[in-house]
Every structure is written in structure tokens, then in C-alpha cells.
């Protein structure tokens, strides 16, 4: 494998990721951000974010990384040069592209190699492609007072990784998708990947590879398709939890079991076992941002996208449900002690964006509720982000549930599980669960003392299934 100059625009979780995978398979890898604090840190040794296995795989690279906020520095070398930059939305729902035209425009002012392919892997409306090359290319012209032709190609390369699992899904990808019309893009990005598209690479010890890895599927196309596979992709995830969601409900009603009817239509190969976790709904910087931007896109060009929207519907409304199961078990809400259970939108992961509990606290709060949360990682960034969010912060969660009048598991950490749930019911006032993601031991629970509320678990209890 021939070691290739790399850049990274952006630090934040695919950035980092990205960078870090790159050099871990051997390339030179310079790493840019804005944020000084992040940069310092990355400097020592240490990730901004919280994702397992992040600072192991840095260490292990930590020779072939550098991280710079000098465009200047990270630029004019590179072979290739990733931008993943953020891409949130705007007001409207459309993704505010600021940050993306910035890193365009810093990397046409200072580009000098040869050839360097400019790849958007920041998840970025249909046409980016081409907006990014104009935009290149006027920085290009202006600074450097000639043409860019043939200096530079812009492509795709949408990212798939899921944060809390994003070293394992970067080493070990179902696929990678690669964008470009241009086929010298191309060439080059196969042979930056191919470590990963061979699985030639020493697996790290702490994540080895899975047995029935071999090699990884490139998927070649054009900007365009590239591009909204992304949000296809997305929107497919998106539409299949608010699919459950909605069965989930009507299970509750009919006095049925959605974890026995996901497992029913699970096994059927035709659907697949995942994201058929009925539960409080997605959050997070992507589902919500990119089915927003979906619809936006579609608006653009006189479609509609009733599917789309109707799963973004189900997703949000599924947040009241929570504060209705809470209603319909406490009667008045107003006064009552509230602890949430988990601030994240999944566990393994530091971010808030599109946080449910966060919408859910605030939610309670409108009802009068005071309300303590707990997270075993991420509490000083919600106090830092929300500062006039109010509610409690609890570091433990015996002293949250003190007194409480219920609970509310929002993020399925591994450590809710196995709290001392017996401990816990003799502390609050009623020992009441409302569980968002199904996710503890109910009949641990119950014998606890607790009353558990599940999400479309109307079945009689009676009747467990075999792995009961
Ligand atoms: P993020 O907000 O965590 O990180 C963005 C980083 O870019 C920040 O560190 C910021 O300081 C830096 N930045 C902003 N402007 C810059 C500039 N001009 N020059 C250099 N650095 C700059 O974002 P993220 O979650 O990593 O997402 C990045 C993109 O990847 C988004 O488009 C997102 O939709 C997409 N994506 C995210 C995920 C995910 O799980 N987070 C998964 C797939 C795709």
C-alpha cells in the first residue's frame, strides 16, 4: 500500500473517526478544526467525544497524525482532502451549508498539488458536489490568479457510521460508497481504501475483526446518486423505528406484545431483526436533520415526501406518549418528582443533538413537573449546552430516584440494567418505571415492587415467551 497525503476538515465525530481510521491503515494524516479547545485537546492524546476504542486507535496512529487549524499547513500537500464539517438545519430544515462553504472556499485559497480529490463526506443536499467545486474553484482562481482545471475533482463519500460504534463500523464498513464522474477521483480513492476494501489491515486488539468479515463492497457512482443514498439510507432507517413505533401503539391498545411481533416479523429476512425497537424514537444529529432536509429537497422540486414526513411525526409525537403514560399512571402531573434515566439519544455516545429526554424533560417542566435527569456520561455537557434547561442534575441515581414519584428510562445504558432496582423502589415514593426502550428486566422489577410501563406491551404478563 502507498501511504497517501490526507487531510481532514473537521474534528467532530466523523472527522475524527475518519482521521484516525485513515492513519491507523497507514496513510499521513493531518486533521483540521477551528475549535481550540478541541484542538488541544486532540494535541495530547485525548478525543473531544466520548466513542469507545476512539482514544486507543489515535494512540495507536498517533505517529502519523498531525492537527492543525492552519489551512495553510493541512492543504497544499494533500492528496486527498476530506470535508466533514458540520451540516445542521436551519430553522426551515434546511442544512445550513455555512460551515461547508468555509472549509470549500479555505481549501481553494490554499490547494497547490497536482491533483487533490476534494470528497464531501459530510451528509450534504443533492448538487453539493457541484456547488463544492464551484466554490473551489473561484477560491482557486481568485488567490491564485489562473484556472483550476485539472487541479482538483470533487466526490462523494457518504459516511454510515453509527455513533457508539463508529471504530468498529470505520474499520469494519458494510460498504463504502464513492461518488465521482471523474475516474482519475476515483482511482485515487480506491487505492486510499483499499487496506479497508481488502481488509488487509492488522486488526487492533481491542477491536478485532469479525469473523465473517472479508472483503468490503465499493459501490461506485455518480455526485447525485451518492449523494442521496445517504439520505436514503437514512430516511429508510428513520421510516422503519417509526414503523414499529406506530404498530407499537396500536399493540398497546389491542392488548398485544411489540417485542414478541418484532421478533414475529424480524426473522423474516425480507424485513431484518434491526431498528424494530419500539421505544421513545430516534434523536441525534442525523435522522431528524437528514429527513428534514429530505423533504426540503423534495419540496425544491415540487414533490412531497408523505412518507418521510409522517415517520418524522410518529418519531416526535412518540416524545408525548411518554408524558401521556406518565399522566395516565400519576393523574397530575404538576408537582410531581421526575427523574429521567439517560440524556443521550443512544448509549456509547456523548452527543445531545436531537436529544428525546431533553424534549421529554422540557415537555414535563411545561406540566409542572420538577425534574432530575441522570446520565452516566454526558451530564456536564447538558448542564454546559442547556444552561437554562430546568431541571436537576443527579450524579447518582439513588439520590435521583429518592422520593420520586416515578422514573423514566430514556437512553438504554447498560448500566440501568443492573442498577440496584430493589434499593431504588424503597427509596421513591411509588415505585413507578415508565421504560422508553423496553429494555430492563421486568420480571426483575416487578418483584421489586415496581409497576413497569413498556412501550406496546399491552399483552397480559401471564403470557411470556420462551426466552422468558
Ligand atoms: P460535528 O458537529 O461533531 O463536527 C463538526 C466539526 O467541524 C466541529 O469540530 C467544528 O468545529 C468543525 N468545523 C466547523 N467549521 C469548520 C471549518 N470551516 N474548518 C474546520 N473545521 C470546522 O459534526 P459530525 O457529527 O461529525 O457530522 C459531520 C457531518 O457528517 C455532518 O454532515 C453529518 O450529517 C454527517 N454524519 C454524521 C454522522 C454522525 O453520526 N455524527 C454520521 C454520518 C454522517
Excluded at 411509588?430 to 430492563?440: A, I
Aim: proline share 5%; net charge neutral.
Amino acid at each position: 500500500m502507498r501511504a497517501m497525503k490526507v487531510t481532514v476538515i473537521g474534528t467532530g465525530y466523523v472527522g475524527i473517526t475518519t482521521g484516525v481510521t485513515l492513519a491507523y491503515i497507514g496513510h499521513e494524516v493531518t486533521c483540521v478544526d477551528i475549535d481550540p479547545q478541541k484542538l488541544a485537546l486532540l494535541r495530547s492524546g485525548k478525543a473531544p467525544i466520548y466513542e469507545p476504542g476512539l482514544e486507543e486507535l489515535m494512540h495507536l496512529a498517533r505517529e502519523r497524525l498531525k492537527f492543525t487549524d492552519a489551512y495553510a499547513e493541512a492543504v497544499p500537500n494533500a492528496e486527498v482532502i476530506f470535508v466533514a464539517v458540520g451540516t445542521p438545519s436551519d430553522p426551515e430544515g434546511n442544512p445550513d451549508l455555512r460551515y461547508v462553504q468555509a472549509a470549500a472556499e479555505g481549501i481553494g485559497q490554499h490547494l497547490s498539488h497536482n491533483f487533490t480529490v476534494i470528497v464531501n463526506k459530510s451528509t450534504v443536499p443533492i448538487g453539493s458536489g457541484n456547488w463544492v467545486e464551484s466554490l473551489v474553484r473561484a477560491a482557486y482562481e481568485a488567490t491564485h490568479g489562473k484556472k483550476a482545471r485539472g487541479h482538483f475533482a470533487v466526490a462523494s463519500n457518504p459516511e454510515f457510521l453509527r455513533e457508539g460504534s463508529a471504530i468498529y463500523d470505520a474499520l469494519y464498513p458494510d460498504r463504502i460508497v464513492v461518488g465521482t464522474e471523474q475516474p482519475e477521483a476515483l482511482e485515487v480513492l480506491y487505492n486510499l481504501y483499499r487496506p479497508l476494501l481488502e481488509q488487509s489491515f492488522a486488526e487492533p486488539a481491542f477491536q478485532p475483526r469479525p469473523a465473517t468479515m472479508k472483503a468490503v463492497p465499493l459501490i461506485t457512482a455518480d455526485l447525485a446518486s451518492a449523494e442521496l443514498i445517504k439520505y436514503a439510507a437514512n430516511a429508510f432507517l428513520s421510516v422503519k423505528i417509526s414503523f414499529i413505533n406506530e404498530i407499537a401503539n396500536l399493540a398497546e391498545r389491542v392488548g398485544a406484545d411489540i417485542t414478541q411481533i418484532a421478533r414475529g416479523i424480524g426473522l423474516d429476512s425480507r424485513i431484518g431483526p434491526r431498528f424494530l425497537q419500539a421505544g421513545v424514537g430516534w434523536g441525534g444529529s442525523c435522522f431528524g436533520k437528514d429527513t428534514a432536509a429530505l423533504v426540503s429537497t423534495a419540496r425544491e422540486y415540487g414533490l412531497t415526501m408523505p412518507i418521510v414526513q409522517a415517520a418524522r411525526e410518529v418519531n416526535y409525537r412518540q416524545r408525548e406518549r411518554m408524558v401521556e403514560k406518565l399522566q395516565r399512571e400519576l393523574k397530575i402531573l404538576k408537582g410531581r418528582t421526575i427523574g429521567l434515566l439517560g440524556l443521550t439519544f443512544k448509549p456509547n455516545t456523548d452527543d445531545l443533538r436531537d436529544s428525546p429526554a431533553l424534549d421529554i424533560a422540557q415537555r414535563l417542566i411545561k406540566h409542572g413537573v420538577r425534574v432530575r435527569v441522570h446520565d452516566p456520561i454526558a451530564l456536564q455537557q447538558a448542564r454546559q449546552q442547556n444552561p437554562t434547561l430546568a431541571v436537576e442534575y443527579y450524579e447518582s441515581v439513588m439520590e435521583l430516584a429518592e422520593d420520586a414519584d416515578a422514573l423514566v428510562l430514556v437512553t438504554d445504558w447498560a448500566v440501568y440494567r443492573e442498577l440496584d432496582w430493589e434499593g431504588i423502589a424503597k427509596l421513591m415514593k411509588k415505585p413507578l418505571v415508565v421504560d422508553g426502550r423496553n429494555f430492563l428486566d421486568k420480571k426483575r422489577l416487578a418483584k421489586a415492587g415496581f409497576q413497569h410501563v413498556g412501550v406496546g406491551m399491552g399483552a397480559n404478563p401471564q403470557l411470556i415467551t420462551a426466552e422468558e
